[in-house]
T-cell receptor, first 116, second 114 residues
Framework: KAGVTQTPRYLIKTRGQQVTLSCSPI?????VSWYQQTPGQGLQFLFE???????NKGNFPGRFSGRQFSNSRSEMNVSTLELGDSALYLC???????????????FGPGTRLTVL | KNQVEQSPQSLIILEGKNCTLQ??????????LRWYKQDTGRGPVSLTI?????NTKSNGRYTATLDADTKQSSLHITASQLSDSASYIC?????????????FGRGTQLTVWP
């Protein structure tokens, strides 16, 4: 069974640009969550999508948005990029909602975004 | 304030030795606690998940313990190998919550030397 895949793996952008990251969950998984990971802040929750609906959102500005398609694939968009957006963006999928005991989240390899 | 604190921040041990990583949390009400291993440049991989009623869970050479009364967890690694070099992240879930209530520690960076 294929794992969670994320594209692209690496991305370099300049301030003010926008970026779209893609995540394909494990087949059959309906929940996709996005996280930002930086050395200073660690892992921080961005949002979760379940059955094409955003179910939860972390404390990030509106420049960060996402969506989920009917095949459970998800995209995350960041507009008006800032230097502080440089981070590893991780996507995780789970069968159902990801916080229950039986629902392990499986992480993708991440997209390394560098904003110059 | 709901927080997850991990110690030490970094640790260096020799191959074959044992080590113990600590996680203290103030998240309440508690649902479950997970330990993840994250290799450099990769996404985290789940090692163990423990609920309130469980106080020990093993996964190969990894053994996690949980004391829900003192709100402390530890991850013990036995007979360390070079491949154990990674960041180990403790994650606590709040009971009755949705996914947004996952609280992450900042991780312990473990380096195993030959």
């Amino acid at each position: 069974k294929a794992g969670v895949t994320q594209t692209p793996r690496y991305l370099i952008k300049t301030r003010g640009q926008q970026v779209t990251l893609s995540c394909s969950p494990i087949s059959g998984h309906r929940s996709v969550s996005w996280y930002q990971q930086t050395p200073g802040q660690g892992l921080q929750f961005l949002f979760e999508y379940f059955s094409e609906t955003q179910r939860n959102k972390g404390n990030f500005p509106g420049r960060f948005s996402g969506r989920q398609f009917s095949n459970s694939r998800s995209e995350m968009n960041v507009s008006t990029l800032e230097l502080g957006d440089s981070a590893l963006y991780l996507c995780a999928s789970s069968l159902n909602r990801g916080d229950r005991e039986g629902d392990t989240q499986y992480f993708g390899p991440g997209t390394r975004l560098t904003v110059l | 304030k709901n927080q997850v604190e991990q110690s030490p921040q970094s640790l260096i041990i020799l191959e074959g030795k044992n080590c113990t990583l600590q996680c203290n949390y103030t998240v309440s009400p508690f649902s479950n606690l997970r330990w993840y291993k994250q290799d450099t440049g990769r996404g985290p991989v789940s090692l163990t998940i423990m609920t309130f009623s469980e106080n020990t869970k093993s996964n190969g050479r990894y053994t996690a313990t949980l004391d829900a009364d003192t709100k402390q967890s530890s991850l013990h690694i036995t007979a360390s190998q070079l491949s154990d070099s990674a960041s180990y992240i403790c994650v606590v879930s709040m009971r009755g919550s949705t996914l947004g209530r996952l609280y992450f520690g900042r991780g312990t960076q473990l380096t195993v030397w030959p």
